[in-house]
Structures are given as C-alpha cells and as structure tokens.
C-alpha cells in the first residue's frame, strides 16, 4: 500500500497542484500553493527514505517563500485575497489529504522498525564529512551574520521594504 502512495499520490499531488498554478493570479494563493507544493516534494522525499535531504529542502524552501511573502504583503498591503481560488485549492487539497491519510491508515500496522536501509545509514553519514568540518562552520557563521545585518537594515521605524512618499 505505500508503494502506491509514493509512487501514485505524490506525483499526482505535485502535477495537480502545479496544473493548478497556472489559474492562480493573486500572490498570496501562489504562496500559499508553494508551501503546500513543498510539503508535498518533502513528504513524499521522506517516504523514500531521504530524510535529512527533505528536512533541509523544506526549510531552505519555506525560508526562502518567508522572504516573498514578506516582500508581497509589504508591497501589495491593500490587496484583498480572492476567495474563489483559495476554495479550489482547498477543496482539491483536502481531498488529497483525505487520500494520504487513509493510504498510511491501512499500511499503518504493517511497518516495522527494521525497514531503515543501509543506504539511508549511509546518506546522513555521507551528509558531514570531518573533512568539510570548517566549511560548515563558515557557512553557518555566514548565514548568522548575513541574519544580523539584514535585521539591521529593516527597522520597524523606517518601515517594511518601502518608502513611505
């Protein structure tokens, strides 16, 4: 049953919800499409056993989609949502969902702790290597500082983003 899941579902989910972009036109539908979309890529990376890989791909997407959404409600603050696109996507999310959780429902008992593979062993071993120890830590030393000058730079004084004319 969880082959069918991951093999059938997600990929549906993925291509429906793509199809689906192409009829939205207001910004915050569109992002809010994409971190369903992400969600999805996520889950359905986790179900084959990459986990670590759909943990950093989700947080680097949904990061990234924090940035615009902060930018389009700083730009686009009297844009009223439309109620009708959210409803199809709703509508068509739920029923996906209703699909996903009946799916795990039915292999819930069948799954067994000795399922973990030794290639998954060996991806989060393979992930940080002693060798790339330093470089980590300058990434993560610049991503802090990049986070610190960023702050600085947008007060809550001056405003979010813009100039107020």
């Known amino acids: 049953m969880i082959f069918w899941v991951t093999d059938f579902v997600f990929p549906a989910l993925l291509l429906c919800s793509s199809v689906y972009l192409l009829k939205l036109f207001s910004p915050y539908w569109i ?23 759909s943990y950093m791909l989700f947080l680097v997407i949904l990061g990234g989609l924090l940035v615009i959404f902060s930018y389009l409600t700083s730009l686009l603050s009297y ?20 699909v996903l959780i009946l799916g795990s429902f039915f292999n819930m008992f069948s799954f067994s702790q ?14 940080i290597l002693p060798v790339s120890g330093k470089m980590y830590c300058l990434i ?5 500082l990049s986070l610190i000058c960023v702050v600085n730079i947008t007060k809550s004084k001056e405003g979010p983003l813009r100039l107020n004319v």
């Open 79 to 98: 844009e009223e949502m439309d109620s009708a696109g959210g409803s199809y996507l709703m509508i068509s999310m739920s029923m996906a969902g209703l």
């Open 114 to 127: 000795s399922s973990v593979s030794s290639e998954s062993i060996f991806s989060v071993h393979s992930l």
């Open 31 to 53: 992002v809010v499409l994409l971190v369903t979309q992400t969600c999805i890529c996520s889950l359905y990376l986790a179900s084959l056993s990459l986990f670590w890989f």
């Open 140 to 144: 993560i030393f610049y991503l802090l």
